[in-house]
């Protein structure tokens, strides 16, 4: 076999992969949101290392929770964050507190892989900061500025299209999420606490 046909043959290899690859990459993209066959779906928690010098003297090494209105610090520090906690590309966040109501979002991660511990918990601080911001925009009641609340600072409830009652979205924290799969979709509740 000459030099000219091992090019000839290493080129049509080359086509042949890239095509199948590339067919790969469509199937993935219509792929239902169900986690990878037999994963084992449980609560997901968070350990963040404690870096206020404040809260150090006190005692505390870690924390549970993720800020929501600025999650970067804690997302820095969180333990595992790599470590693939829910093995699906795609999920359905349910979102209750300090809504009116249950909302359902579409969350998807970036990776075909599933979602990292850093990664949901950056989407559904996303997503709450996206709510708020919808919130502020669609509300016809006034959100009463922190400094001309009376008694408790807690905010006024909106009638916006969430109707978002008693935080600010710098109050909230996640301090965890429980997947569960119903008919093949995976729907996150989540722990909100302020």
């Known amino acids: 076999m000459t030099t000219q046909h091992m090019k000839y043959l290493a080129t049509i290899l080359l086509a042949t992969l890239s095509l199948l690859m590339s067919q790969a990459v469509k199937a993935d993209d219509k792929a239902p949101a169900a986690c990878a066959p037999g994963a084992v779906l449980g609560e997901i928690s968070f350990t963040v290392k404690v870096t206020d010098q404040k ?14 209105a600025d999650p970067t610090e804690d997302i820095a520090n969180l333990e595992d964050a790599a470590a693939i906690v829910l093995p699906c590309r795609e999920t359905i966040v349910v979102a209750d507190y300090p809504l009116a109501k249950e909302f359902e979002f579409k969350v998807v991660s970036d990776a075909p892989t599933g979602f990292t511990r850093a990664e949901i918990a950056r989407k559904i601080s996303t997503l709450y900061q996206e709510i708020y911001a919808r919130e502020e925009t669609s509300t016809k009641t006034p959100i009463i500025p922190l400094e001309k609340r009376k008694g408790l600072s807690n ?7 969430y109707g978002i ?19 093949g979709v995976v729907y996150v509740k989540l722990d909100i606490d302020s």
């Open 55 to 68: 809260m150090i003297k006190e005692g505390l090494t870690t924390s549970r929770y993720i800020q929501l």
């Open 155 to 161: 905010r006024n409830t909106t009638n916006g299209e």
């Open 165 to 183: 009652w008693g935080h600010d979205l710098r109050d909230l924290v996640l301090g965890g999420i429980h997947p569960e799969a119903h008919d």
